[in-house]
């Protein structure tokens, strides 16, 4: 049974700028927007839907027994994309929890994606993401890998209180690499597209912190790995190493 009160939003378009038409590139035999597509429907949690503005996405998921839903093609990012998706998909507002499930993690496991949803038991949580702990010097100093930070607040959760591309927090202690997947309450996404990006969101090219600036609770789950994304040329290889052997 699909649950109305959840809604998995792929957000996928073809103009990356580091791998241009990724969303369609051959992984295993299948493009790796419908690895992600089948990863989604297998965590079986509530609706699925690609967002895209690309009618070749919309096609190639379709033809797999997807659903796909065309958006603007000037969003300016993913969290707008899954919003105008949301209003189409779901008019009447039975959708209470939207999560934007990145179309660039072929290998998310569903249980990963599943870890998401209950901090929503708590009222005052507006979003949920994920992170997994650090274990590595060149994850550790990489401005590429965002860290989460955040205080313990039960097990193998966080209340957030930043996210950075510096080595932080300082000393001793764990440090987490922040997965971008987001869940949001439906009112939370709502209000985070009406908000100008924010002062700290534009230092670190980081759009949860303008969630964070204007006092929206964010959790975080940890979680065992982090899902490989594909962002380069050498991604899609390791990706396509890791799936033809699955």
């Known amino acids: 049974m699909i649950d109305?009160?959840?809604?998995?939003?792929?957000?996928?378009r073809m103009a990356a700028t580091r791998l241009p038409g990724k969303p369609l590139a051959d992984i295993a035999g299948l493009p790796m927007i419908v690895h992600v597509l089948r990863r989604a429907e297998a965590a079986a949690i509530g609706r699925v839907a690609v967002a895209t503005d690309t009618p070749e996405i919309a096609s190639v998921v379709t033809a797999h027994g997807g659903e796909a839903v065309m958006t603007r093609s000037?969003?300016?990012?993913?969290?707008?994309?899954?919003?105008?998706?949301?209003?189409?998909?779901?008019?009447?507002?039975k959708a209470e929890i939207v999560i934007n499930l990145q179309g660039d993690f072929p290998t998310i496991t569903p249980a990963t994606i599943r870890e998401v949803l209950p901090p929503f038991d708590?009222?005052?949580?507006?979003i949920v993401t994920l992170a997994s702990?650090?274990?590595t010097k060149e994850?550790?100093?990489?401005?590429?890998?965002?860290?989460?930070?955040?205080?313990?607040i039960g097990p193998r959760r966080l209340r957030a209180l930043y996210f950075t591309r510096a080595t932080a927090p300082?000393?001793?202690?764990?440090?987490?690499?922040?997965?971008?997947?987001y869940a949001y309450r439906r009112a939370a996404l709502e209000r985070f597209v009406s908000l100008p990006p924010s002062p700290l969101e534009r230092q670190e090219s980081l759009e949860q912190l303008r969630a964070v600036?204007?006092?929206m609770r964010i959790d975080i789950m940890i979680v065992d790995s982090v899902p490989r994304g594909v962002d380069t040329p050498p991604d899609l290889e390791t990706a396509r190493s890791i799936l033809s052997k699955s």
Do not use: N
């Open 4 to 12: 109305p009160r959840i809604l998995v939003l792929i957000p996928a």
């Open 74 to 93: 000037d969003h300016p990012s993913g969290s707008d994309r899954i919003h105008e998706a949301m209003q189409k998909l779901d008019p009447e507002g």
């Open 122 to 126: 708590d009222p005052a949580v507006d």
């Open 133 to 135: 702990q650090i274990h």
């Open 139 to 152: 994850e550790d100093l990489a401005p590429s890998v965002v860290k989460a930070i955040g205080s313990p």
């Open 170 to 181: 300082y000393g001793d202690g764990p440090r987490y690499h922040h997965i971008g997947l």
């Open 213 to 215: 600036e204007a006092g």
